[in-house]
């Protein structure tokens, strides 16, 4: 008697554990064989109903105009239910589902924690050709046609480099240097539209009591904002192509000896870079800049959003300045930046997802947009869309662009699986050692060269 | 069924949902760590590539890892070497004299150990602030203005400026543990060497830290394995690894690895020569201090 409930007590404990064990096993399986199963299923569906998961950054724009839009493209498509899964760190909450085989239907990622997801995902080629989706006519003219000029055949939405588009373009950026507008205005200060003459008001800015420029220390990464117009203004695309697919030779370029020569000067001279700057995380260098303590530094038009709560220096106002360039014939340009929409190869519902996209670049959509995340898409006149509820300054940032700014676009070519480099971290996070002055132009030209060699090896090596 | 046979069963039953969860939960993933190291892998979607040991070489011809590796061994070695010899000295003063305050800094010692790291890593930025920080502003009050420097963006102070941070986070925990300690030293000790003409400082050396010495030595170990992980929440605060990696520690690395370049058997192997690095360091640390027990 006794024995048989031992037994069974026992037994009953064995049972449990091979289930327990049983979970880690399948899911561990789960991970190997589980590209068969998704797609099969997806690609059956045809007609757009059913359920659709989506996965978006919950960032500064929050995440109201996703729920808003959701609901209403649910009351247009009867029969259809949207999931929202939102999160600052959403690509920590997607890994796991993408990792076991079964990612959301559509996402939106960005945010700079969140982006090297994407980069995996197109590593493993795990995303959706949306080439049709914006080739298709339906009547009103292409979709393709209503977006900004080159964004889709850039690399940040088409990055295999064969034309077909695998990211959809969102929210749209404008990153270039900023001022505080009351200073310029009470003092007459003309804004500089050359290096020269920006150079040249460092005595103006001591003038002032301070220093001429800043950025966010740590985070060198946000100098790029300077880098990357600056390359384009002296070497046009081919110095951006040779910069950004790996071609050694750039960096024995004379592009580079200006650009970086540049960096380096705000280091070199007196009152150039703020004081302590290298140490300063961005919100720090941030709340530096706006109470005064430098005149420009680099950012994006998110800047006044993300800042609203930071003391200020009295009567501050947020200038847009652009990136100066290096002859006074050219024009002042800026750098873009497009947030982007993928679905992933295995969406579960992929039409659906389709469809949605569509829906996300409709009139409705770009205006309920800007209204609730006070964003603007990449789509043409969405500046004029979104005036009545975006401030006046992220308003004229955009206005410029229209009316003569030019906008530099570009994102590093992804390097081959399994490189250990991250070309991006490694370019930029070199710049505090210039910043220090504890490298040389030569040094820093050596360790670059050297990279780029080996990454371009890499490519060269996996593709064979 | 007999009473031992029953006792047996009852220890094995609760024994066996704790052994299923440290199964689950620590010895599975702990295997996956060493497994998937063999393997290329994005850890997101494709199916891991079997590469043999090629991730360990790569290891050692990575400039930033080997960097990183430098970076952490300096760590391991001065955080523990001070936080311990302060919390042993802090911890003596404050048991074996009289002082009236003595809870007050009881409290105020342990204190930073109840705050997060992240709170802790927040803090010390603001401290180390180049322009309105304390350090520096300090330093001016002072009239040491010339020496003021950015602590975190130099190369040369970087790592000593984190040093502070970890030290200053973990002293008080180990005060307390080895207060512990010397409270269950018998004070017929102390009664008899004061007698005998010993002065506190001879005590603490001849009696203190011999009857405390397996406390120590265990504190040694955990104080190493708490660098270890505490440095990479401290390091992607205050400095993000700059500037220029001279503070990337290989917690950290690890991290850019998996989740930022997406080489997840890479980050793996890291994983596991942290795992043998430490496991090493602990038995070496053992052996070194074995001696004392006699």
Redesign the interface.
Known sequence: M??HK?LS??SA?AL??SL?AGC?NSS?SDS?SS?TAGTSDGGSKKVANGELNIAVFQGGYGREYWDQISDEFMKDHPDTKINITASPKI?ELV?PK??A?N?PDLMYIAGGDNL??L???I??K?LTDLSDIFNTDEGSGALKDKMLPGVLESRSMAPYGDGKIYLAPFNFGVLGLWYNKTLFDQKSIQTPKTWDELFAMNATAKDNGRALFTYQ????GYLDEVIIPSIYDLGGQKALDQFFDYDPEFWKSDVFKQVWGNIQKFANEDNGLM???????HT?AQT?FMQG?AMFIPNGTWFEDEMKDAPREEGFQFGFLGIPSFNSGSSVKAMSQIEQIVIP??AKNPELAAEFLKYIYTDKSIKLNAEKSKAVMAVKDAADLAKPFISETTYNVYKAVDNGMELVNGTFKTVA??????PK?EVY?????L??K??TLDQYSDKMYKMYSEVSKELKDSAE | MTLKARRRFFMAACLIPGLIMFILFKLYPAMQVFYKSFFLWTGIGDKPKFIGLKNFVDMFHDDVFLLALRNTGFLIVIVPVFTLLIALVNASILTRTKLKEKGIYRTLFFFPSILSFVVIAILWSFIYHPTIGFLNSGMELLGLGDYAMAWLGDSRTVLWALAVTLIWQAAGYYMVIYMAGIDSISPDLYEAAGIDGATPFEQFIHITIPMLWEIIRITIIFSINGVLTISFVIVTIMTAGGPDRHSEVVMTYLYQQAFTNSNFGYAMAIGVFVFVFSVILSLISNKLTERGVS
């Open positions: 006794k024995w031992i007590a026992v404990c449990s554990v327990l880690g561990s190997g590209d690509a890994r993408i990792v085989g990612p090297p997801i980069d995996g995902l590593k493993d795990a220390g740590l985070y060198p004081k302590g700057t290298v140490a300063l995380n720090q530096s303590k190869a295995k699986k399994g490189s250990r480099y991250s971290d996070k070199t710049i505090s050692s910043m220090n504890q490298m």
